[in-house]
């Protein structure tokens, strides 16, 4: 009694502790540094985006412009939802947002845009190497009218824009890189002509910002850049943003039921097919878990099919997209989120699901998992270690609240505003 | 003139193997691992034997014979004494040619350098008089002093110990409880007839033992002849000045690169230089030195952190759950009466496995990384509790075994009889309802 007394009193010593530590580091209100004129290429912003660059993109524009940066953001301007720039909330009114008439769309596969593109007679090209290379080229139009120090552009379908821009303006040039083809492949054959896209960008950089240490290592092995010319920079979570959530599932909780999360696209980069397999073994432990599947992708029939096959289909929830607001709530009812990604650059979505408070279990095959150091990590591969975590946790109320809570506390240290600082840094290398 | 007590405290403790839920059931055996380097109790004490017991043990073997009043003592935990026995004898036998000399004293512990004086009692005393009947077994010497798992301490635990019969006991010299007093004196402790206290002496213990290879402390490189001024400018104002340490210090801790090897052989020589010093045993520190006043210690008090208090152990939900739950077995286990159940049982009480589940300098990566063979915390109770169970799961089988054969032998007898006893006893309570509801 008085020794588990003792236990949780000096817990709460150690979480306040920790808490006065990382805030300690939260963003200082500093001089705004030299007000560096950015043209920053990308290719969404939430709430239209598909997955963690669109955020990535917006917060890093958001916490550059607060420490005094103007930026420019160029985007490819989608066909059948109108972007509404207008109502895009940026702290600072320093930032203008362009346009491009184009119907480009994030993490789309070749295959997938030619469906998707109506061509009923429009200025499009069906192709979508093609459209990007003309997105590139409208960039350089806007490269001559606007004024600006550097040019920034993120991930590959604005690299050509970025090339195009710098041709024109002989502006440094940074390219940043959230994943590349090797990663969206799930390190299965990739295509040759983004490969190609993807080298062009690196070599007519003048500085490299890549999101980890393990995508900056697949840079220097697979594109044969220099080290020397790449920076790492983590993404970060704005913690602020993490609000309080209605829980979802009130139904299943109240009947006993655990629950297991995965969230993203159910492409072969995510590992939807190893989280379904733990799931078997799972089931077998604890058959009152219930697993959700929250995203969609190219890989969501043959998940499905594998649940029937293996006989859970009762256990696994398919739920489709999801708006950030449900997203929040789904994250507050998991008893544990999992990210088995077979090649996870960073993995923004494990800070979210740390940040409410979520026990997480991520891939070592991943950037985030530079960063983080309460949460489990597995291969991605290793099905049986997956699903011995995902029990443990379960079972083990002790193991569950620890990650809890000392994970939301420790990913405080994560903020964009280091971010920004760093890519400032990095700026003042080419500048 | 101030006499100099080392005291080592030696231990290794039977680390859990990568144990998962799928080898609940199947494999009873937690600690043995060949598959994996970090986690294999063999390669470690190997390891650890070359580094630092073996040498250690010769550089004392031969101060011991070059200087006759040069003496030293250790505790030995009974889980690193069964794992030199099953691993490395020769160390045994290097220990052994120690004591020979008469002029090493060793000190009685947990056999299984556990937290039970926090948990059962019972257990506790078990497991002292186990290591007792080992050092006597091994040694031919029986221990008058005695040292809790990692300088845990308090009134409670000094008052047990004495009615044990031991004469002394160690603790740490910690500021937050000795204020003024000066931890080189000998102490009496609170509410025991007559138990002794020896304080360590944190400064001079720490110097050799965590600062002695740091660059970026200014007394940086120390030698011998330094270290020796120091302890001689304690003349006057002190009887023993403890030097209580981790015995793996020496090439362990302190690698042989640093030089640590050199400077305790040129060590006793130093000391010995000022004619009023010397060097005593535990034992013969408090036959020669009256104590100066009782030490009152009402919470727990040790060596470990700069907090000096159970946090190390004992300050996050996971390790008290599995501290709860490990001790919560204690009857079934006992009652089991199968020597390899409990002794897989006491091995998972090592104070160690509960060190490797703390969370409180994880992020900083400090010295708690340095001494943890598992990748985090949370894996280290993950496998802990694995083995929990199924450790759990093999006293409950024994127990139904039990049982059966019980009832085999006809005792099912009186068991039946007094289940009739039951059931005619709920039979006449439901009748009357049943009455009154006709009615």
Redesign the interface.
Known sequence: MQ??R???K??R??LSA?LSKVKSFAPRQEKPLEEQKILMFGWELPPFNSGGLGVACYELAESLSKRGSRITFVLPKRQNIKLPFADLVFASDRIEISEIDSPLRPYQTRSSYSKNVILDGSQYDPNLIGEVVRYGKQAGKIAKKKKFDVIHAHDWLSFPAGIEAKRISHKPLVVHVHATEFDRSGNGPIDQRIFEIEKAGLENADRVITVSQFTKNRIIKEYGVNSNKIDVVHNGINAAKVAEAQKSFKKLKANGKKIVLFLGRITIQKGPDYFIQAAKKVIK?KPNTIFIMAGSGDMEKQVINQTAYLGISDKVVFTGFLSQEKLNSIYSSADVYIMPSVSEPFGIVALEALANKTPTIISNQSGVSETV??V??VDFWDV??I???I??VLS????S???AD?GSI?VQDNNWDQAAAKCLQTYKKVV | MPSVCFYFQVHQPFRVKKY???DIGQDHDYFENPNLDTLDNKKILEKVSEKCYLPANQVFLDLLKKHPEFKISYSISGSLLEQFEKYKPEVIESFQKLVETGQVELLDETYYHSLSF??SPNEFRHQVALHQKKIQELFGQTPKIFRNTELIYNNALAQEVEKMGYKGILMEGADHILHWRNPNFIHKAAGTENLKLLLRNYKLSDDIAFRFSNHDWAEHPLQAPKYGKWISQANGNGHVINLFMDYETFGEHQWETTGIFEFLKNLPEEILKNKDNDFVTPSEAIERYQDTGELDVQDYVSWADIER???AW???????????KVYSLEKEILQSEDDQIISDWRKLQTSDHFYYMC??Y??DGDVHKYFNPY?????A??NY??ALRDLKGRAKSIASAKRKKARKAGKTVTKSKSRKKLSSVKASTKKPKLAKKAK
């Open positions: 020794i588990s003792y236990a949780r000096k817990y010593d150690s920790l432990f150091k309460n489990l990590k049986d270690e699903a011995n975590k029990l443990s083990n109320k002790s193991l609240q620890c990650l000392m420790e | 998962t839920i799928f926090l948990y208090d159970l946090s004992l300050s996050n939900p996971m390790q008290n759950d599995a501290l709860k969370t409180k994880f992020a990748e985090s915390p949370y894996e109770f993950i509790m694995n």
